[in-house]
């Protein structure tokens, strides 16, 4: 028995912050949706999952059921069975289209967030439970699993399917606690949620298919739906087969070693053309266009010139498949952090600021700090997104990496005073 294993569709959005050259079609989630039914053909694959937010929100429900139901109209042809389970975005949606397809086309499990099992059993003997939970609101804060009661199975092997977050324990999406996964019945696990693809693999597995069309720059890597065949009883390991037309990378240029402004230039230059060459030899079939997000590190004496150099080459850069989104300045004055922050001074200050970031070394102030910053961030990220139903909260991680880069550019900032 062949499964392919997805979620995290979102049809209706599309790749961001990719060049107009590149024609809006390709950076469709509808269009990931049709190559992955045409993998799961190809593949002859038994069953489709679908582990949530296939649609991306209700006011898209439109744009999604249309190549949805085709996709699993032409699926139920080559007698491909869909199963799904809803998420956050997709709770009201999903349940709708279910009512429209027939139940062995397409099964939704787990209705009003109860667990459900459905039993496929193949013409030569092979058989697979899936239990499956579904959201039955756009947020819940306890664990799916204190109501996981399904019995498990001694002669048939479980897929388990739900989506939630396995990383925060406090999410309003679903917390999933590892640990209990990993003892419960299913050998296997199909979560979603989380966009970036991770396998987690032990006695049993816990896969993250992740967004098979990558969306943004966070979502790093190839991208793609995850095959795993069911045999004599047990799981293969999933395999990732990218299908995204976008991939975003990030990448980082230790500066340390450049002593003049052309020297500069060409490294980040040629960091960047290593970078397309690497991409066109992994030869990824879809792939169509590469976001660069750059980071640069490293004490040099040209630091005062970077963001002005970096802002240039990003502007003339001309190469067909890549495009670099954005260049993160971490690169301090040729100095040492520990002299300046012995001095009663601004810069003093800042590097003293900036060994506690770096360090972990944290104290109450700066605690302080972080948490007020991260506010700041979240509210800034809320009324720029103001269209999008979900905005991205910051994280303290994220605010750590901001507070680093303002406070190295102010401080090379105020070392180039000092020294001029
Ligand atoms: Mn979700």
Redesign the pocket.
């Known amino acids: 028995m062949r499964l392919i294993l997805t979620g ?1 569709l979102h049809l209706g959005r599309s790749s961001s912050r990719i060049p107009d050259t590149v024609g809006k079609e390709n950076l469709r989630a509808g269009s990931a949706w049709n190559r992955i039914v045409d993998l799961a053909i190809k593949q002859d694959a038994d069953i489709v999952c679908l582990s ?2 296939i649609a991306d929100q209700t006011n898209k429900f439109w744009e999604a059921i249309g190549p949805l139901k085709f996709g699993i109209q032409r699926l139920t042809e080559y007698g491909i069975r869909t199963v799904a389970v809803a ?3 997709d709770f009201d949606v999903l349940p709708e289209l279910a009512d429209q397809l027939p139940s062995d086309h397409f099964t939704l499990l787990g209705r009003e967030g109860r667990w459900e099992r459905t039993t496929i059993e193949l013409k030569n003997g092979e058989a697979l439970n899936i239990d499956g939970w579904s959201f039955p609101s756009a947020k819940v804060s306890v664990s799916p699993l204190n109501s996981y009661d399904l019995e498990s199975d001694p002669h048939v092997p479980t897929l388990g399917m739900v ?1 939630g977050d396995l990383f925060k324990s406090n999410s309003p ?1 679903a917390p999933l606690q590892l640990n209990r996964l990993q003892s419960s019945g299913p050998t296997g696990w199909l979560l ?2 989380i966009h970036a693809p991770e396998l987690i693999s032990g006695e049993s597995w816990v896969l993250y298919p992740g967004s098979p069309q990558a969306f943004d720059p966070g979502e790093r890597g190839p991208h793609g739906p995850w095959v795993v065949d069911l045999k004599n009883g047990s799981f293969s390991l999933p395999v990732q087969h990218p299908i995204s037309t976008v991939r975003y990378l990030q990448s980082s240029i230790d500066l340390s070693s450049v002593n003049d402004r052309s020297e500069l230039h060409s490294t980040i230059l040629q960091k960047i053309l290593a970078e397309e060459e690497d991409i066109h030899l992994k030869a990824d079939p879809f792939l169509v266009h590469t976001s660069l997000r750059l980071k640069l590190h490293g004490h040099t004496s040209v630091s005062r010139f970077v963001n002005e150099t970096a802002r240039q080459l990003v502007a003339d850069l001309d190469l067909p498949s890549i495009t670099v989104d954005k260049i993160v300045n971490l690169t301090l004055p040729a100095i040492s952090l520990e002299e300046y922050a012995g001095t009663d001074s601004a810069a003093g200050a800042v590097a003293k600021l900036l060994l506690q970031l770096e360090n972990n070394d944290i104290s109450e102030p700066v605690s302080e700090l972080i948490r007020s910053t991260t506010e700041k961030l979240s509210r800034q990220n809320r009324s720029e997104n103001y269209g999008v139903s979900v905005a991205q909260e910051a994280s303290d991680e994220m605010t750590i990496e901001y507070l680093i880069s303002s406070g190295k550019a102010l401080l090379t900032q105020l070392v180039s005073q000092t020294n001029e």
């Open positions: 995290d949530g937010d998420g956050n975005h989506h999406y979603g949620h």
